[in-house]
């Protein structure tokens, strides 16, 4: 199924927001043309989860974590978020680094429906100027949450080059697009989510335990976990 740019069939408003959820509930996702204005809609087989059971945190991000180098918070700046993801250089949850986007205009304002509607959320790594005392967003995650189901769409982190003395710079936001998916993972437990689905494999989601489920076996999954009651709440402080 494609959408092109600009034509009236789609809904807005809560109609959109009701459309978008029941693609998620039923495995379905968009991504724009990064060549054009087409929202494709897409479904695998295989498809990826990672357990939220049995997830795995690399010693180096579990360092980064305890050290407390981010504070982290949750849907304090969704929109700068996914407009931080948006950028070529960032990486989709779900697939490898690329020098395109799949998202263009269209998606952004789509998930910011959903957001408004409580059905998409993102958790964010700040950090704080020492010189001005603001605090400045480094890095974050979004996705969409349909009952105990959460799909992550994307993440983003700023890096900054070391200083010539080799220090970090304080802004430096190495980590923390992994620093916020394992505080997302560990936060889903604490809420009972039972699925968290990143669509498709790749090299990075394999160091958190990535694993790959039959289409067959993967609904049976999704649908256990979207007709359950809503399990989001904030990450608290």
């Known amino acids: 199924m494609t959408h092109r740019r600009g034509e009236p069939e789609l809904p807005s408003g809560d109609a959109l927001v009701r459309l978008l959820l029941s693609m998620y509930c039923q495995g379905i996702f968009p991504m724009a043309d990064s060549t054009g204005g087409d929202i494709n809609w897409y479904t695998a087989d295989p498809r990826a989860i990672i357990p939220l059971n049995s997830f795995h945190v690399p010693a180096t991000v579990e360092r980064v974590l305890s050290r407390g180098r981010f504070e982290l918070t949750t849907d304090h700046a969704f929109a700068d978020v996914i407009r931080g993801c948006a950028s070529p250089r960032h990486r989709r949850a779900s697939a490898s680094v690329s020098k395109d986007t799949w998202i263009n205009g269209t998606i952004v304002e789509w998930f910011t429906e959903l957001h408004r509607a409580g059905a998409a959320h993102s958790l964010e790594a700040w950090r704080t100027d020492p010189a001005s005392g603001e605090r400045l967003l480094v890095g974050g995650v979004y996705g969409v949450t349909a009952g105990a189901a959460f799909f992550a769409e994307s993440m983003f982190h700023v890096s900054r ?10 802004l430096d936001g190495t980590d923390a697009s992994n620093v916020c998916l394992v505080r997302l993972l560990r936060h889903l437990v604490e809420c009972g989510y039972r699925l968290f689905d990143v669509q498709f494999a790749n090299p990075h989601t394999a160091r958190f335990g990535v694993r790959e ?25």
Request: net charge neutral; proline share 11%.
């Open 213 to 237: 489920v039959a289409a067959e076996a993967y609904q049976r999954l999704l649908a256990d976990a979207v007709t359950d009651r809503d399990r989001w709440r904030p990450l608290e402080s």
């Open 161 to 170: 080059p070391r200083r010539p003395d080799g220090s970090r710079d304080p």
